[in-house]
């Protein structure tokens, strides 16, 4: 076993499946050869499913999904799995409730992330406060979701809770922004006492010189603790003539000061290739959300929207990877300092 | 006497000159015949000093001023006055430590407000976190300014404190923006129980078909207490052929919910129309940065940057001017409603 550890519940069964035979030539992660695992047309009145987040739960894994509807508007809906692969969803958007148990539903919603902390779920999401912004919502049972304020004012996209609070401060991964196609962005990282007040603002990391990621970054997966600092995958984009190309990249923060970066991947990890994720709605995305993972086996099942059209999933070694990051790990002072302003 | 009350401070040296003789077409506001009292080159080394405030203290007034060095870049200068109209400005920018009493300078700091909450006065500005965010220092003795945290990630600009908590929290007034000369802006307000995390935020008021405020508005004076409500001055901006014209509103906040406009005056109260505020480094700006006014007289001296090369006042009755927004009110559901995510 690998002197690296990864520190979560265990999940012994982390959706998987082996890596291919053929030497790969990138970064040690491979695609799962079914992919997409959710097509078109998912739910009744639901053109594309895409974006979306998963847990381990009870004896299978539960999920909040980008549901866009045929009116082109996006809501959350819920789904579950026994294998993590195969999904059946709930045919209604997730009605969120307020603190009083009233209908408070977003205009719209979209690129939810899905995070445990102790013994409650957190979706977090992009929806519309005058603009876009975050909103969020907690749950235990997965029946009966409460809706919490939005941590932050306009513009802001991607946010992504930490598993854990550090140092008794919840952390938030975000990424400011415009309300439009946002031609720039770099991650940043909050903090909260109670979830509800937000401050001590850092700058994490910045797009940088490397053309996959010298557009704009965003948060990804939640991060995934481990012996060398914190796991994330995130997204890099470049602009192109014909577009924006989103591809997944990885690096490692410090555990107590998450927002210095230790090790950041100048390779992407994955970039689109494959028909679905090259042809779509949004041609050439690869949109990382969620991880599962197990500490036992070292597996990673990364889950990923595919083109604002589909749902795939990627697997890699935990210790491959994190190794790969710092074997190709190239930082400037943008990541590695406080970033406080 | 009036029936509005304003609930202040005397303030009986309040800067003054009397009301025009000749009829005043617009507004019940008038210029004081000597602007702007702040000319250009005041201090070596700075060519001019604009969107500034000020404060009553012990026997006079105290204020922190814009001053642009002769290098382009923005900071923040203390300066003393006897009568508020003359002012005597100290030859080096402000010098923010940490809390460990160590020099802790943003690279730049501009538009600064001044507000006294209790026994405390807090300088809020604009300045870089990676983009235009919103900084914040303190001060009991003008002598020592300790630096907070940055309320908000990027970005952002034109925050504004209330003078006293609501509800048990400060509330702060912001405009989010993006990094550059921002063509669209709405004013928030958001809520912090300890001036360090913040949270809450409220959608306040949006521009709107009015020419003078189609493009941005964005917060100005610090709101004043009034038995009618929050007195706010603001400005708010018209995109032009030519570049964009600042003017300067009026509108009145519920008391304990200021996220609701009960009152706005869909007339500028006053527009560019004096060489100084015509003619300068960026013509066609008046920006309305602080008030200093008395509940016994009902007097407002109100002071406002000038094209961004220089500092003016105006005066009005505060009845007068109380009555006119209300006379002139015009809003929609964006200003009476909570502003709720």
Redesign the interface.
Known sequence: MSEIKMIAPAVPNVPWQDKPEKPIAGAPIWRYTENPIINRNPIEGVARIFNSAVVPYEDGFVGVFRGEQTNGISFIYFGRSKDGINWEFEKDKIRFKDEQGNDFM?KYAYDPRLVKIDDTYYAIWC?????A?I?MAKTTDFKTWTRM????????RNAVLFPRKINGMYKML?R?S??GHTP?G?I?I?E??DL??????R?VM?RNGMWWESLKIGGGAAPIETSEGWLIFYHGVSGTCNGYVYSIGGAILDLEEPSKVLYRCENFLLTPEEWYEERGFVPNVCFPCATVHDPESGKIALYYGCADSYVSVAFCYFDEIVQYIKDHSDTDWNDTDL?K?
């Open positions: 977003p929806q519309d406060f005058y603009g912004s909103g304020e939005c941590p932050f004012i306009p513009f802001n975000s400011p415009d309300s720039f770099d940043f909050s909260s006492p509800e007040y937000w401050g001590h603002h700058h910045g970033g302003c």
